[in-house]
């Protein structure tokens, strides 16, 4: 009489060899994502910048401008 000896092969019986490792590494890359949206894509669509403007220039430009110009030469 033959031995048979049956050897499953790797996941095709349902056995979950992975331990749950991609779910972890999947809800880790969900949440940066959602991080990076929130930093990044929220004040981008408000048209605004997420850091202070300590750094920013103001321009005041007047109304009129008197371009007149007086030459005291004498003549």
Do not use: Q, W
């Not at 809800?27 to 605004?48: N, S």
């Not at 005041?60 to 007086?70: A, F, L, Q, W």
């Amino acid at each position: 009489m033959a031995t048979i000896i049956n050897n499953p092969g790797s996941g095709s019986n349902g056995e979950n060899n992975g331990g749950g490792a991609g779910m972890i590494i999947g809800i880790i890359v969900a949440i940066v994502i959602v991080a990076l949206f929130v930093i990044y894509g929220l004040p981008a669509m408000r048209g605004t910048s997420n850091d202070a403007t300590p750094n920013s220039t103001e321009i005041n430009v007047p109304d009129s401008v008197d371009v007149n110009v007086d030459d005291n030469t004498g003549n």
